[in-house]
């Protein structure tokens, strides 16, 4: 039995993946025949739990052409999905990879401005789809327009539901500076935990006090750092664990972290503890680096890296 799932996501992308030889400054650059996803965090959520077995809803800003044809590989993926009215032509990412070195390029678009009207009807909606007793995750960049506390007002519209926000930037230091009430997850990468705390989170003790702290402040319920190559930590009231991260051949890491939050909402709404969603979740990241350009996770790898990602009690 799984609870609800419902992700969010303002700003998708149609993300575009090719590689070239070399990248020369100057010169025509000819890429090859570039694949096509459906791109934004919450979207990839969406496509990682539908990846590893299980179900959500996935709420999508889509506008113009770009977003017709988003929609098209969204139904292709069979992603149970509903669209909203977005201001303009909805965004487009590519990722380059240079063959002669395997650095990986990523070009990212910033998306059409919103206005008071799109804000709107993401609560209309909102109000008609959150199911309580769910999960409902606020995950990747906020359009332009919107303020730094819109998680915040978006979760005051998801009445009963447990949110989970994976952002960056001002939302991110907002959600921090003034925390969301009721928040269940709180996810953020190592540079930005740093950048909160004020201070270099040298180990995984020191990641896991700043992450305490953060819960004892009231932030979130649970709070995730990831920490890279070494893994992920957490902290909840009375518990903090490590994740390591399984060591794998890296062909691309986008979509990650991506990976690792559907793996970890699926496994939490499948009422299963926080040390097997984390163990889960790492397992998933894991899995994802080893796939071309925006792919994402393949359950049998999640299932075969299971044991090199065991959860470690802090």
Not at 113 to 140: C, D, H, N, Q
Not at 146 to 161: I, R
Not at 195 to 217: C, H, N, P, Q
Request: proline share 6%; glycine share 12%.
């Amino acid at each position: 039995m799984q609870a609800p799932i419902l992700t969010l996501t303002l700003n998708p992308a149609l993300d575009m993946a090719a590689d070239v030889p070399d990248i020369i400054a100057g010169q025509k650059l000819r890429c090859s025949e570039p694949h096509l996803d459906p791109g934004g965090g919450g979207l990839n959520v969406s496509r990682a739990i539908k990846a590893l077995g299980g179900e959500s809803v996935a709420l999508v800003a889509l506008g113009g052409l770009t977003g017709d044809r988003l929609a098209g590989l969204i139904r292709a993926e069979g992603i149970t999905f509903m669209s909203i009215l977005a201001p303009g032509e909805t965004r487009q990412s590519l990722t380059v990879t240079e063959k002669s070195s395997g650095k990986q390029y990523r070009f990212m678009l910033p998306g059409p401005l919103w206005g008071e009207a799109e804000r709107a009807r993401v609560f209309t909606l909102l109000a008609a789809t959150v199911r309580p007793g769910g999960f409902s995750v606020i995950s990747g960049s906020q359009p332009p327009g919107v303020p730094a506390d819109f998680p915040a007002q978006l979760a005051a519209n998801m009445v009963g539901s447990r949110v989970v926000l994976d952002t960056s930037g001002p939302a991110l230091f907002g959600a921090v500076k003034s925390p969301i009430p009721g928040l269940e997850v709180l996810r953020m990468d190592g540079e930005e935990g740093e950048e909160l705390a004020g201070r270099k989170l040298e180990s995984r003790i020191a990641t896991a006090d700043f992450a305490s702290d953060l819960v004892a402040r009231g932030v979130a319920k649970r709070v995730i750092v990831a920490r890279g190559a070494d893994g992920n930590v957490m902290a909840e009231a009375g518990l903090r664990l490590f994740t390591p991260a399984p060591k794998v051949k890296v062909k691309s890491t986008v979509g990650a972290g991506d990976s690792f939050v559907g793996a970890l909402v699926l496994s939490l709404a499948r009422g299963e503890d926080t040390s097997i969603a984390m163990t889960k979740a790492a397992a998933a990241a894991a899995a994802a680096v080893m796939t071309d350009a925006t792919q994402l996770c393949r359950a049998e790898d999640v299932d075969r890296l299971i044991d090199q990602a065991t959860a470690i009690a802090l």
